[in-house]
């Protein structure tokens, strides 16, 4: 981007684990890569690591008017981070602050994943602790987004854009065996796929680049052991 496009980013992470922790960095290493090697003012919002779409997409909106309250800047979001950003937009809200978003393997149509995962912890569901967690699983299943959007990318005056991901074969040395199953399901049921989401449930906007890694190897994890996977140049070209 040119330098006068250089306003703050903020970074949204997704689930399964927080923005930070004491030995953990969600998108690991690349806050301090884009501002330190590109200049930019770097924000990453606090997301809890389950919840449902509205409760996250609060907290998320609470964040961005105390930090960037009245200032332009771009939107990189992860995930299902993706879904709680894009839900503030059919909101209508910050549409004159926002300079860009992009989504990186967001499920905006859900995931086989989701629902294999939901049947196997149902039992689950009837217990108070992990409401958070099955409430996140229930939503992520394929469809269950599809009724939240009714604005596409030519809606908005600012860009959007996506990035998306494939595991790159041989799958049993080029990921890790949290993902040997769920990608056969989706592919099975959703076509190419980086282990969590379907190349088509990320559709949004105008494709980057498609990538041969997982689904974790886009945010650098785990701790920057990405199978050979360059994760730093996913974002140096997103603001290219």
């Given at each position: 981007?040119?330098?006068n ?44 690591k ?6 996250r ?9 105390k ?14 981070g993706g879904v ?8 209508n ?22 629902s294999?995962?939901?049947?196997l ?18 939503e992520?299943?394929?469809r269950?987004?599809q ?8 809606d908005?005056s600012f ?11 041989p799958i049993?040395?080029k ?18 796929n ?8 990320t559709?949004?906007?105008?494709l980057i680049?498609?990538?041969?890694t997982d689904?974790i190897?886009?945010i ?21």
């Amino acid at each position: 981007m040119p330098e006068n496009s250089k306003f703050p980013i903020l970074l949204i992470p997704g689930v399964i684990a927080p923005a930070y922790g004491k030995f953990w960095e969600y998108f690991y290493k690349i806050p301090q890569f884009l501002t330190q090697e590109l200049g930019y003012k770097v924000y990453v919002c606090p997301l809890p690591k389950w919840g449902d779409y509205k409760t996250r997409s609060e907290i998320l909106k609470n964040f961005i008017q105390k930090k960037l309250p009245q200032q332009k800047f771009h939107i990189i979001a992860h995930s299902k981070g993706g879904v709680e950003a894009r839900y503030l937009l059919e909101q209508n809200l910050f549409l004159d602050q926002i300079a860009s978003f992009t989504s990186i393997s967001c499920p905006y149509n859900g995931s086989t994943a989701a629902s294999f995962f939901y049947k196997l912890f149902y039992p689950l569901k009837w217990l108070s602790y992990f409401k958070p967690l099955m409430d996140s699983l229930y939503e992520l299943q394929p469809r269950f987004y599809q009724k939240l959007w009714t604005k596409n990318e030519n809606d908005y005056s600012f860009p959007i854009k996506y990035v998306c991901a494939q595991i790159p074969k041989p799958i049993l040395f080029k990921t890790y065996p949290l993902f040997w199953l769920t990608s056969y399901l989706i592919n099975k049921n959703e076509g190419s796929n980086d282990g969590f989401v379907s190349k088509q449930s990320t559709q949004f906007g105008t494709l980057i680049a498609e990538y041969k890694t997982d689904h974790i190897g886009l945010i650098g994890q785990f701790y920057g052991k990405t199978r050979g996977f360059s994760y730093i140049e996913v974002y140096r070209k997103i603001l290219d």
